[in-house]
C-alpha cells in the first residue's frame, strides 16, 4: 500500500464485517498497480453474504475502510472479534491488527468517560481475546508487537503496558487463561487515574494518580488485584517506590508485573521509542537492580523470543 492509502484507510478482513443491518460506512478494494481504492459498497448499502462469497471468490481477502470511520468499522465487528481472532485462515497479522486496534478504540472510549461499566467491560473482553491469541499462538506477542503504536499518549501508553503485561503473565501462568486476563486489565487500567489529569507520559508521575485510580476502580467493582495493581504500580520489591514504600509480599505479583511492564514502556516513551528491546532490558537490569521480581524479569525477557 502506498504511503497516503496507508494513513487514509485501514486494510481489514472481510471477514466480520458481513451481516443484516445496512453498513455504516464505505468499503473499497486497493487499486492495483498504484491506483486508487475503489468504491466496493457504499455507506449505507448492504453488506451480506453474496458480497463477502463474491469477493472471497475473486481471491479478495481484505478490504480497506477510511481511517476516519475505525469506530464504526470496530462497532461493526465487536461480536466477533473473538472468531476472527481464532480465524486459522487469516493471517496472524491482521488477526492481531483488527484486536489492537480494537483496543486502541475501547480504551479511547473508555478513557473519555472513565466510570463507565459498559465501557469497562468491553476492554476486559478485548484484552482477554488478546491473552488467548498470545497464550495459544507461539508468535502472536510478537505480532502484536510489531504493530504497537509508538506514541507517548496515555492510551498508547496503556494499551501498550497491557500487551507486556500479558506476554510476561502468558509465561508465568500459561495454563490460566482468567489470570493472564486479570494481568492485562490490571495494565490497560493502571494508568487510569491520569486520565483528565497529566496524561503526557514521560513526565514525572505523582501519587496522585494512584490514589484516583485506586478510587475509580473500586468504584467499577473492578478485582482486587486491578484495584491494587492501579494503586501501587509505583512501589518497588525493594522499597524505593512511592507512594507508600511497601516491599516484598505486601505486592501482589499481578501489581509487580504490571509495574515491571510500566517501567518498561516508560523507559521506551523517554527514549521516543529510539532504543530496541535489549538496550530497554539493559536499562532495566542496571537502573532498577531490585526493583522486581527475578523470576517475572526472566518471563518478561523470554517473551520476547519466539517460543
Ligand atoms: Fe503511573
Ligand atoms: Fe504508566
Known amino acids: 500500500m502506498t504511503q497516503a492509502v496507508d494513513t487514509e484507510y485501514m486494510r481489514v478482513p472481510i471477514r466480520g464485517l458481513t451481516g443484516l443491518n445496512p453498513i455504516g460506512f464505505p468499503v473499497y478494494l486497493e487499486g492495483s498497480g498504484g491506483n486508487p481504492p475503489v ?33 464504526k468499522y470496530l462497532d461493526r465487528i465487536e461480536n466477533h472479534l473473538e472468531a476472527l ?56 506477542f510478537l505480532a502484536i508487537r510489531k504493530v504497537m503504536g509508538a506514541g507517548s499518549s496515555l492510551t498508547l501508553h496503556s494499551v501498550s503496558v497491557s500487551a507486556l503485561a500479558t506476554a510476561a503473565a502468558a509465561r508465568l501462568f500459561p495454563d490460566s487463561v482468567s489470570k493472564v486476563s486479570l494481568v492485562g486489565t490490571a495494565g490497560l ?61 505486601q505486592l501482589d505479583p499481578v501489581t509487580q508485573i504490571v509495574a515491571m511492564a510500566d517501567c518498561f514502556d516508560g523507559i521506551r516513551v523517554e527514549h521516543e521509542g529510539r532504543i530496541g528491546v535489549f538496550d530497554c532490558f539493559q536499562i532495566m537490569v542496571k537502573t532498577y537492580r531490585g526493583c522486581f521480581d527475578e523470576r517475572h524479569f526472566r518471563a518478561f525477557l523470554k517473551a520476547f523470543g519466539s517460543r
Do not use: W
Open 39 to 71: 468504491l466496493y459498497v457504499q455507506e449505507g448499502a448492504s453488506f451480506d453474504l453474496g458480497r463477502e462469497k463474491t469477493l472471497v471468490d475473486g481471491g479478495v481477502e481484505a478490504v480497506l475502510i477510511p481511517r476516519k470511520n475505525r469506530a
Open 85 to 140: 481472532s481464532k480465524d486459522p485462515t487469516l493471517p496472524l497479522e491482521s488477526r492481531v491488527t483488527v484486536l489492537y486496534e480494537a483496543a486502541v478504540e475501547a480504551t479511547e472510549n473508555l478513557f473519555r468517560d472513565p466510570l463507565n461499566r459498559v465501557k469497562v467491560h468491553r476492554c476486559e473482553r478485548m484484552v482477554r481475546t488478546q491473552a488467548s491469541v498470545i497464550l495459544r499462538e507461539p508468535e502472536g
Open 189 to 249: 487500567l493502571h494508568d487510569i487515574g491520569r486520565v483528565g489529569f497529566d496524561e503526557e507520559v514521560g513526565g514525572m508521575e505523582s501519587s496522585a494518580h494512584c490514589l484516583r485510580g485506586e478510587r475509580i476502580l473500586q468504584e467499577l467493582g473492578l478485582p482486587d488485584e486491578v484495584v491494587q495493581a492501579a494503586a501501587l504500580h509505583h512501589e518497588r520489591l525493594d522499597g524505593s517506590g512511592f507512594p507508600n514504600g511497601f516491599k516484598g509480599e
